[in-house]
């Protein structure tokens, strides 16, 4: 997967998918906004919620990097 880095907080980089369909609401073609989120368990993930249908996906801006 390819994917687009940042420079995030202590130096860390962050890793983002280029392929922006992860942020595309699945039934109504809408934009999902950011919400960084933590699971307990399984780290810091970043959560795609669209304003009408709530959650769409998650990814995880660290994967591949541990």
Partial sequence: MDYE???GA???EIRV???EG???CAECGADCLPEPT???GA???IAFVCPDHGVHSFI???DGRR
Avoid: Q, S, V
Wanted: proline letters at 10%; charged letters at 45%.
């Fill in 17 to 19: 998918p280029r392929n």
């Fill in 38 to 40: 933590d699971i307990e």
């Fill in 5 to 7: 880095r940042f420079d």
């Fill in 60 to 62: 995880d801006p660290f």
């Fill in 10 to 12: 202590d130096g860390l």
């Fill in 22 to 24: 992860y942020r595309t």
């Fill in 43 to 45: 780290g810091i993930r």
